[in-house]
């Protein structure tokens, strides 16, 4: 049973300098005649991928290589320019830990939302908050509004309401980088947990170690393409070989 299908998506983007690119600039640009149609990267080329439910992937690869913004398309934050993609199951996307947390609103109330934005009814949510409040160490900012964190706070928060929700599909960018040696130890005894349910997981990483020992499968991506994809040490071994 398939958790998620991409075909053939392809996705182009606004390079940088033209994301800083402001109006003012462009307006001046185009009365000095010397205004350029704004460039654009192939930042995934023509992406095919079937994952099934319950399934571990890898995804492996250096930094440009497309990593990030796949993980962004399967979790609907970016849209493909071509391409199709299906996801069966809510999903949690830990890509930017607390960038979809609401600044004015508390953080009791930013649990609750995030819980039902994924499906899940309030009063569950209500009931979750105390324990999620507990394992982000943030029980005295239960009321404080989310503008008023740190960004690492933020990043607990938003590891801990992911992983105390069980999504169907989850997805992890890094993650396992956030907070102090304590909390890095913690989010990852929570994360292995996931490992034994039928929960769907995509993780990028480039500790290949940890790749190597949970995922049952890899993929390879290289300029926006997948080079290689199947068994997860065979998959390594090619992207080492490519970088030796």
């Known amino acids: 049973m398939e958790a998620i299908r991409l075909n ?4 182009w983007r606004r390079t940088q300098e033209e994301f800083s690119y402001d109006f ?23 992406v095919s991928l079937n994952i099934e439910v319950g399934e571990t992937l890898g995804i492996i ?20 320019t ?11 996307p830990l890509i ?25 009814l309030r009063q569950e949510m209500i009931q979750r908050v105390q324990s999620i409040l507990e394992f982000a160490e943030l029980e005295e900012y239960a009321f404080a ?10 990043a607990r928060l938003g590891f801990a309401i992911a992983t105390d929700v069980r999504p169907d599909i989850l997805i ?13 130890k913690k989010s990852r005894q929570r994360i292995e947990k ?4 039928n929960t769907t997981i995509l993780v990028v990483s480039h500790d290949l170690r940890f790749i190597q020992q949970w995922c049952q499968k890899a993929i390879w991506l290289d300029k926006g393409q997948i080079k290689f994809s199947g068994d997860v040490k065979e998959t390594v071994e090619h992207y080492l070989s490519s970088i030796e």
């Open 8 to 11: 053939e998506i392809s996705l």
């Open 24 to 46: 003012k600039k462009s307006v001046l640009s185009i009365l000095e005649g010397k205004y350029r149609k704004p460039t654009k990267k192939l930042v995934l080329d023509r």
């Open 61 to 80: 690869g250096s930094n440009g290589s497309g990593k990030s913004t796949l993980l962004k398309v399967i979790s609907g934050i970016l849209q493909p």
């Open 82 to 92: 071509i391409g199709s993609v299906k996801v069966f199951g809510n999903i949690a």
């Open 96 to 120: 930017e830990l607390g960038a979809g947390l609401d600044p004015s609103m508390s953080v009791t109330q930013n649990i609750i939302l995030y819980g039902v934005m994924l499906g899940f």
């Open 145 to 154: 509004p989310v503008k008023a964190l740190s960004s690492g706070m933020k």
């Open 172 to 184: 992890l960018d890094e993650v396992l980088s956030v907070g102090d040696a304590s909390f890095k």
């Open 194 to 197: 996931f490992w034994d349910t």
